[in-house]
């Protein structure tokens, strides 16, 4: 079975209204997060980046979506195998017993 290394970056960048925001992008350069508050300073950010990566790395994930009343949801797949599916691998969605995904799309958070 092929997997997909997981790899990408925070980004700090000079926010319009002045101070820094940071934003998270996978290796292919999409935006998967960005922050909607403005750091006055770089160290600020830089703190706001490793909160992101600790509630990130050990937070849980709750189903608020419609339908649902904030239940638990149990992760499937680990990152490699989330990543392959994002991307449309044939040879790990047959591995997998699972025919292509068409029509999904990349969520998009915003802090």
Do not use: C
Not at 75 to 86: C, K, M, Y
Not at 90 to 103: E, I, K, V
Request: net charge positive; proline share 2%; aromatic share 8%.
């Amino acid at each position: 079975m092929e997997q997909t290394a997981m790899s990408g970056q925070f980004e700090v960048f000079s926010s319009p209204d002045g101070g820094y925001r940071f934003r998270l992008v996978d290796s292919s350069g999409t935006t998967w997060a960005t922050s909607s508050e403005t750091f006055a300073t770089k160290r600020a950010v830089a703190a706001a980046i490793a909160l992101v990566r600790e509630i990130a790395g050990t937070g849980l994930v709750r189903d608020q979506s419609t339908g649902h009343s904030g239940e638990q949801m149990q992760p499937r797949f680990r990152a490699t195998q989330a990543a392959a599916i994002r991307n449309g691998s044939s040879n790990f969605l047959s591995g997998a017993g699972l025919s292509r995904l068409s029509g999904h799309s990349s969520v998009r958070a915003h802090m």
